[in-house]
């Protein structure tokens, strides 16, 4: 069973950055490598969103929201799945979380908050 363990998250201003990272810690290389690789996040009091994703052959997909300001990348060697963020808005609160695309209930992790103060 996958543990996906999700850093880097903080406190940071608005139009600041940030780089989340997870790490697969229980798959070996060959499983994980042909995963399409997800982050998510979820506010408060709302529904948990998909944000970015990353296919085996590094194809990315965004959010409109997100679009043109966060980068998903993967490193494959590492096990390992990035998220900048860049321009970083109030709206962008919430606690940010990955697993595949699509989710599987088992692989959520304790994931890590973004705070953008408005």
């Known amino acids: 069973q996958a543990q996906l363990v999700e850093s880097g998250g903080g406190l940071v201003q608005a139009g600041g950055s940030l780089r989340l990272s997870c790490k697969a810690t229980r798959w070996i290389t060959s499983v994980f490598n042909p995963k399409t690789m997800a982050w998510y996040r979820q506010a408060p009091g709302k529904q948990r969103e998909l944000v970015a994703s990353i296919t085996s052959a590094r194809s990315t997909n965004y959010a409109d929201a997100v679009r043109g300001r966060f980068a998903i990348s993967r490193d494959n060697s590492r096990k390992m799945v990035y998220l900048q963020m860049n321009s970083l808005k109030p709206e962008d609160t919430a606690v940010y979380y990955c697993?595949?695309?699509?989710?599987?209930?088992?692989?959520w992790g304790q994931g890590t908050q973004v705070t953008v103060p408005s």
């Open positions: 697993n595949v695309e699509p989710p599987e209930n088992d692989y």
